[in-house]
């Protein structure tokens, strides 16, 4: 028997890096996946191969800083799959500033998709996991909610805020048998890292102890660990993923 048979699991951001990474491994471990994300298109290439494995997935289209679409969006989920079990809250972007440049609508954007996202979409499936006593939620981070990084302090703060949001949320969810974790990736190579400057890449890959990125298959995993049985008495927890660029 797969890990997950059985499960209903909701990754968002999961058309591609991460995200997509986390749907495969979850449909090959028997889940079915629902990918919620702003791109579709690419969105519904990665449910279509999910389908090719013999699982249930389908692909919304959602922001998931937007309130009505992200609850639309996951009533449309319920509604072709019954319960979810699983959430992993993954969407994210990247930009670069100093803070003394920072225009307000970059820093508004990044709280709006990282952390007003990820407590959108926890609170939108959260009745559902504490009626039936049964939820995963995993939260990505990053490595930079630990060390900062210059020109990422509005990133740094939205990954802040997502970890005290899971230690937080851990006591309310804890009695009802739903554990809500973080995983805080460190540079990993997808298109969102390849989008940063050269000059941030080039320090960052410098100051890490491995000097490469990570890959997706290198993170996907400690998803699967924490949405498992074998993950189970993890609580309120950040597993760190990253190349030790932050060895805690
Ligand atoms: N790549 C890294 O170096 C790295 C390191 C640490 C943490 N992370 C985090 O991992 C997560 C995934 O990053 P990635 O590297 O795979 O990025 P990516 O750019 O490859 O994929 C991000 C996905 O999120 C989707 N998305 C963006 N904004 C959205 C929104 N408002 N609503 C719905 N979907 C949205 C995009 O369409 C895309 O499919 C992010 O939260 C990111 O901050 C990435």
Redesign the pocket.
Known sequence: MAKLDGNNAVV??????????IALLFANEGANVAI????LQ??QEVAKGIRELGRNAIAVE?????ENGVAAGLQEVTRAFGDIDILV??????TTSHVVDMPTDMWDEMI???LR?TFLCTRAVLPGMLRRCRGRIIN?????AHKGGAEMAH?SAA?AAIIGFTRSLAYEVAEYNVTVNA???????????R??PEHWRKRKLAEIPMHR??T?DE?APTALLLATDAGGYYLGATLNP?GGDVMI
């Not at 809250?89 to 990247?94: E, W």
């Not at 990505?140 to 930079?144: D, F, G, M, P, R």
């Open positions: 968002t951001g999961g058309a591609r890096g991460i995200g997509k990474a919620l994300d702003r791109d690419t969105a959602v922001d998931v800083g937007d809250n993954n969407a994210g972007i990247d709006r998709v990282h996202g990505i981070s990053s490595q930079l990133y990954k995983i805080a990736p460190g540079p990993i190579d997808t298109d969102l890292f989008k940063l990125p990570g997706v993170i990253n």
